[in-house]
């Protein structure tokens, strides 16, 4: 037992770190760059996920890292702090999962041939469109902040934050929010909404503008879907197993393995959190020339201020982000 939880803090400190701290930068470049091209609706959805990418990955895996690997759980001492990491925390799951749908509904919307199609692709509905999904989210999770409760248990003489609820709203939680709100319905769309897409620029008659879509409109949604179903189908899978079966007497060792496979699979789960940096740097050549032109400014920047070499950057500050030309459609 003693070296099944050395083994579990290990893969939570050691899996979890590189995954925050990667996943945090990623998300705040994410800022960076799309902020001026947020009058694109599709910037602007990546935008907004990309912010609550932040907040999913400090109150849920940062959280956890410190839980798990150090000992130190905020939320068995403070009453507040139990109350809005569990709301919060879910909130921002199923804001970041909606903002990825609708972004690739829009991708779709702008693939199609019918100009009405089109048209429904604009900065004002996008605009009201994230702003119902998080009113719809945030009023999801109220019964968090009403239900979790520190309670001392009796048995091991610890006081934890546990969501006490009744048998309804638990099994909603269970068999409804968590494998269809974060598994079935962002798959589908995903998916369908993915392949509508790819046939809709196959069929574009102009060349350029046939390139031009699949490059910024397909490749980036195409490359997230495997890996939003690598990280979440798992987490969700066994989620639900772990609870059909927790009335079935099990033995300590299976105790102790699915403890093991339950961090695995939660690490993995934040991987979609943490990737969307990495997955548009690796599919949008627009988006890694708006990088480098930030690095290399940066690093200009810092060798001007030591004053190490002096370095015109004149010719950097008179190019036009690349992501602003390529985002019209």
Same mark, same amino acid.
């Given at each position: 037992?003693?070296?099944?939880?050395?083994?579990?803090? =290990?893969?939570?400190? @050691?899996?979890?770190?590189?995954?925050?701290?990667?996943?945090?930068?990623?998300?705040?470049?994410?800022?960076?760059?799309?902020?001026?091209? $947020?009058?694109?609706?599709?910037?602007?959805?990546?935008?907004?996920?990309?912010?609550?990418?932040?907040?999913?990955?400090?109150?849920?895996?940062?959280?956890?890292?410190?839980? #798990?690997?150090?000992?130190?759980?905020?939320?068995?001492?403070? $009453?507040?702090?139990?109350?809005?990491?569990?709301?919060?925390?879910?909130?921002?799951? &199923?804001?970041?999962?909606?903002?990825?749908?609708?972004?690739? #509904?829009?991708?779709?919307?702008?693939?199609?041939?019918?100009?009405? @199609?089109?048209?429904?692709?604009?900065?004002?509905?996008?605009?009201?469109?994230?702003?119902?999904?998080?009113?719809?989210?945030?009023?999801?999770? #109220?019964? @968090?902040?009403?239900?979790?409760?520190?309670?001392?248990?009796?048995?091991?003489?610890?006081?934890?934050?546990? &969501?006490?609820?009744?048998?309804?709203?638990?099994? @909603? &939680? $269970?068999?409804?929010?968590?494998?269809?709100?974060?598994?079935?319905?962002?798959?589908?769309?995903?998916?369908?909404?993915?392949?509508?897409?790819?046939?809709?620029?196959?069929?574009?008659?102009?060349?350029?503008?046939?390139?031009?879509?699949?490059?910024?409109?397909?490749?980036?949604?195409?490359?997230?879907?495997?890996?939003?179903?690598?990280?979440?189908?798992?987490?969700?899978?066994?989620?639900?197993?772990?609870?059909?079966? /927790?009335?079935?007497?099990? /033995?300590?060792?299976?105790?102790?393995?699915?403890?093991?496979?339950?961090?695995?699979?939660?690490?993995?789960?934040?991987?979609?959190?943490?990737?969307?940096?990495?997955?548009?740097?690796?599919?949008?050549? =627009?988006?890694?020339?708006?990088?480098?032109?930030?690095?290399?400014?940066?690093?200009?920047?810092?060798?001007?201020?030591?004053?190490?070499?002096?370095?015109?950057?004149?010719?950097?500050?008179?190019?036009?982000?690349?992501?602003?030309?390529?985002?019209?459609?």
């Amino acid at each position: 037992m003693y070296s099944n939880t050395a083994l579990i803090r =290990s893969i939570t400190v @050691y899996g979890g770190s590189p995954i925050f701290i990667f996943g945090t930068l990623g998300n705040l470049l994410n800022i960076r760059f799309l902020w001026r091209t $947020r009058r694109n609706p599709c910037a602007f959805i990546f935008l907004v996920s990309s912010f609550f990418n932040c907040i999913v990955l400090f109150y849920g895996l940062f959280t956890r890292i410190l839980s #798990i690997g150090f000992d130190l759980d905020w939320s068995n001492t403070n $009453r507040i702090w139990c109350k809005t990491r569990i709301a919060f925390t879910e909130a921002s799951f &199923l804001i970041s999962i909606t903002c990825i749908c609708l972004a690739s #509904i829009d991708r779709f919307l702008t693939s199609c041939r019918q100009e009405k @199609y089109r048209k429904l692709s604009r900065l004002s509905l996008t605009r009201w469109a994230i702003i119902l999904t998080i009113i719809f989210w945030l009023g999801h999770s #109220i019964p @968090y902040l009403i239900h979790a409760e520190l309670s001392y248990n009796s048995k091991t003489g610890l006081i934890s934050c546990l &969501l006490l609820i009744n048998t309804a709203h638990a099994n @909603y &939680l $269970r068999y409804v929010a968590l494998p269809v709100y974060l598994g079935l319905f962002p798959s589908m769309i995903l998916i369908i909404t993915g392949l509508m897409t790819y046939r809709n620029t196959n069929r574009l008659q102009i060349l350029r503008q046939r390139q031009l879509l699949q490059k910024q409109l397909t490749s980036m949604m195409l490359t997230q879907i495997p890996i939003i179903l690598f990280s979440t189908l798992p987490y969700i899978i066994f989620t639900e197993y772990t609870a059909v079966t /927790s009335t079935i007497i099990k /033995s300590t060792d299976q105790k102790a393995v699915e403890r093991l496979f339950t961090n695995i699979v939660t690490l993995l789960f934040y991987i979609t959190f943490a990737c969307p940096f990495f997955v548009f740097f690796a599919s949008s050549a =627009s988006f890694r020339r708006e990088a480098k032109m930030f690095l290399l400014r940066e690093k200009t920047n810092l060798f001007t201020t030591n004053q190490i070499q002096p370095y015109s950057i004149a010719i950097i500050k008179n190019i036009q982000p690349a992501i602003v030309n390529e985002n019209k459609h």
